[in-house]
Every structure is written in C-alpha cells, then in structure tokens.
C-alpha cells in the first residue's frame, strides 16, 4: 500500500474473507456497528446466501447494527437480487452476507443502498472511516435495535419477476427445464419461478447445503457437469445454472452445449433493447453486443469492469439493459442491478415469443469468441504493467481499465484482479483457434516477464 493510501475494508464486491480467520465475529460485530452508526437510519435488512457460516457473521453484523438503535429486519435466505428488491421496494438499506461464487470456506458481507444497488465506493468509505475511527453510536438500552423476521421477501421476488415477462405466452410452450442451484441461495425462488412459469422442472441440487458438495460455486462448464450431462439425454429445452447468490444466470442448449454468458448477454441485448435504447456493458466483453446493438440502433456504452460501476452507469443514462461477460445480466424494468432468476425468465421468453430454440437463437448471433483466463502473478500489477508497455510498445491500446491492446479486430484485456493475487485475461476472436491463440501468446508473455 503506498504512503497516503487509507486502508480499505470493501472490496470489489464487498468484505470478503474467512470465518474465524480474518472475518471474525468480533470483526463483523464492529462492522455492524460501523454501517448502523454511519446510517443512522431506522431499520436495516439483512439476508444470507446458504453458506455453512451464514447464520454465524448474520448474527454478528446483525449485533452490531441493533447495538446502534437500528431496528434489525431478518430476511433468511435470499439470492442476493432478492434483497435487492426488498431494498428498492421498501427503501431500505440492507446488508447481504454471501462470498457470490467463491468456494465455502469463505464469506462477505455487502451493503445495498435504499434504491437496490451496490453502495456507492463513496459510502462505503464512510463506513469504513467509522469502524477506523471507532465512532459507534452506543445509545441507551431503551433505545436498542430489535430483530424482525419478514418470511415475503422471496415470494415478492419471484412474483415480480413473473410480472415482467409475458407468463401465458412462457405457460403455453410447456417448457421442459433442467436447474441446478449448486445448492446456493436461488435453492428454493428460481424453481418455484419456474413452476410459476408453467415449466416441467427438474432440480438438481437444490438443497440449502453451506459446504457447497454437490459442485462448487462458480456456474463454469467444469463444475457444471451433472447439469450438462442431464441436458445431453435430448429430455430438455434448457438448461439454467447460478452461481452461489444468483445474480448470475448460465445457460445450457437443448443438445447439452454451455453457452458463454458473453452470448446471452448479446441474445438478451439482440431481443429486447429497442431502436434508440441505451445498453451499457464493460470493456472485458466481446464485440457481439456491439454488433448487435448497431442492428437494433440501440447505443452502446462501455466501462470499466465491475457489476457496480455498470449499474450506476444505467441508472444515470436510464439504460434500459446491461450486464458482464460472465451471465450477469441487467435488466433496469425490474431492477438495476444483476438478477439471475431474471435473466432465466428473459430467455424462456423470448424462446417463447420466437418459437425457436436457443440454439438456433444463439446461432443468429455475430460470431465471437471470448477466451478467459485467471493468471497467478508473482510481481505487483503496477511492475509488471512497466515490462509490458515495452513488449507492446507501438500496438494499439485502451487504458480504460488494466490494459486492452488491439489486434486487427481482435482483442485483448488484462487487468489486475480486485481481491486476488492474479490477472485476468480476456481474449477475443472470430473463432475460437484466434482467441485461444491470442490467450496463449499473453499469457506466455506474461508469465516471461514474472521471471
Ligand atoms: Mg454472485
């Protein structure tokens, strides 16, 4: 950390770290002091994803928050988007306690503003100022929090949802739908969406077990292979998987092929934005949407990487959809934030309203590939970055975030993870032997220059 740098508590996705090592109770008691003290608001809510350790730092962040004055609304078990809602919808802030797609042996806790976001780096650093400077509010014992239990939030969730795509035209097409939960906190709200919905539904691990056994968190083709090979039996129009809070959404086609988040995205975009929309994606997606959003006469904007930066992006330019690479997808109608269930119920409509099925969906789309990889690094980002400005000198590159140099019409992204000593490498090409080569020669590059 350089001189002057105040220390940061949130990161890129909130407070992540381990139960009993670095995310004590004791650390998460006072950070619930912190948030109830800088909001000094009347009532907060809070939910968890399925992790073994949920109920554990709940019970502390929850502590603290009631210790401050603050009234204390317990949801239970929620997909992340779910709090979300109840937060937009009873405009309240709230605190989800879930670690998204890392393994079990993890856990974070996340604030969401009253209008359902991600809480602005700005409020997160007033949070983090009072735990530093230990400023709680401590009021009198007549004046402390108490704990409510509000059991609606996931029914008020799924029926929203419901209420923003066409259900009749979903219900007639009878679909036959495989889902798996990877036993996270979508267990129970994306199949009672489903059946909803009027789809045949089989479930596979939708049991709320916080060791995550059945397949780790990550929605990534090699933890998904129960789902995939479910799908091949021919049995299935689709098949959906989240990670472990469900603000993502992946998809399977009818003939048991993963398709890439980068496309659904791109399908969704190709469906629903409409002649002079505003779509907004960062820079570490393909080109596919920017393609498709020239069809539709949509504008598209990019930014830097992040879920929270896209979000606050839409809600200034009123956009009507947005999203990430890896199957979050936006759709502000509902809410401006990434929803998974809501991503789910987008595809069955519109392989409802065309009839079609989603590979041959997918098949309409501008063909890109987008070749990813996580790289371990052994020098800080700021180091290594200096070496590769000299092997890339005289290329064509975009600094907007980490670094994007272009080749002809293909591309590639790398950039420093938030919360990991690694990078991050976004690949694109029109096939994928281009986008693999491209992958290949920076990561080699990369990996020289750490000698
Ligand atoms: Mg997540």
């Not at 879930?98 to 969401?112: D, L, M, V, W």
């Not at 979903?170 to 889902?179: D, P, Q, T």
């Not at 987008?346 to 590979?359: D, E, F, R």
Request: proline share 4%.
């Amino acid at each position: 950390m350089k001189a002057g740098q105040k220390k940061r508590l949130f990161g890129t996705n909130g407070i992540r770290g381990t139960p009993n090592v670095d995310l004590t109770p004791n650390f998460a008691m006072e950070i619930g002091q912190s948030i109830g003290s800088y909001f000094h608001t009347g009532r907060i809510a809070i939910a968890t994803d399925t992790r073994l350790t949920g109920a554990m730092i709940q019970a502390a962040v929850g502590s603290g928050i009631m210790s401050t004055g603050t009234e204390l609304v317990s949801l239970g078990i929620l997909p992340t988007p779910g709090l979300q809602f109840y937060c937009r919808t009873h405009s309240i802030f709230g605190v989800m306690i879930t670690a998204s797609h890392n393994p079990p042996q993890f856990n974070g806790i996340k604030c969401i503003d009253k209008d359902g976001t991600e809480l602005s780096e700005e409020n997160e650093i007033g949070v983090e100022e009072v735990y530093f400077s230990r400023k709680f509010t401590v009021p009198d014992w007549s004046k402390c929090g108490t704990l409510r239990q509000d059991n609606s939030a996931d029914s008020a969730y799924v029926s929203a949802i419901i209420g923003r795509v066409d259900a009749s035209a979903i219900s007639r097409s009878n679909f036959r739908v495989a889902f798996d939960a990877g036993n996270g906190a979508s267990y129970q709200t994306t199949p009672a969406m489903l059946s909803d919905l009027g789809a045949q539904v089989v479930s596979l691990n939708c049991n709320a077990d916080g060791r995550f056994t059945s397949r780790e968190s990550e929605p990534k083709p090699e933890n998904l292979a129960s789902l995939l090979e479910l799908v091949k039996s021919g049995q299935f129009d689709l098949g959906i998987a989240h990670d472990g809070d469900a603000d993502r959404a992946v998809f399977i086609d009818e003939k048991g092929k993963f398709i890439d988040g980068d496309k659904t995205l791109s399908l969704i975009v190709s469906h629903t934005a409409r002649k002079g929309d505003t779509v907004v994606t960062p820079i570490s997606s393909s080109d596919c949407i920017s393609e498709v959003c020239d069809r539709v006469g949509a504008r598209l904007i990019r930014t830097k990487v992040g879920a929270p930066i896209v979000s606050r992006k839409m809600i200034e330019l009123k956009a009507r959809i947005g999203g990430e690479e890896n199957g979050g997808v936006i759709y502000s109608e509902h809410q401006v934030c990434r929803d998974g269930a809501m991503t789910a119920a987008l595809v069955l409509q519109l392989m409802a309203k065309t009839g079609s099925s989603i590979s041959n969906l997918i098949g309409e789309l501008p063909k890109y590939t987008l070749t990813k990889r996580a790289v371990h690094i052994t020098k800080p980002w700021s180091e290594l970055l200096l070496s590769l400005e000299d092997e890339i000198s005289g290329k064509d590159v975009d600094r907007m975030d980490g670094i994007k140099i272009k080749e002809g019409k293909n591309w590639v992204l790398i950039r420093p993870s938030g919360t990991e000593p690694i990078v991050r490498l976004y690949a694109q090409g029109k096939e994928e032997k281009q986008s693999k080569e491209l992958a290949d020669r920076y990561q080699n590059m990369l990996e020289k220059l750490m000698k």
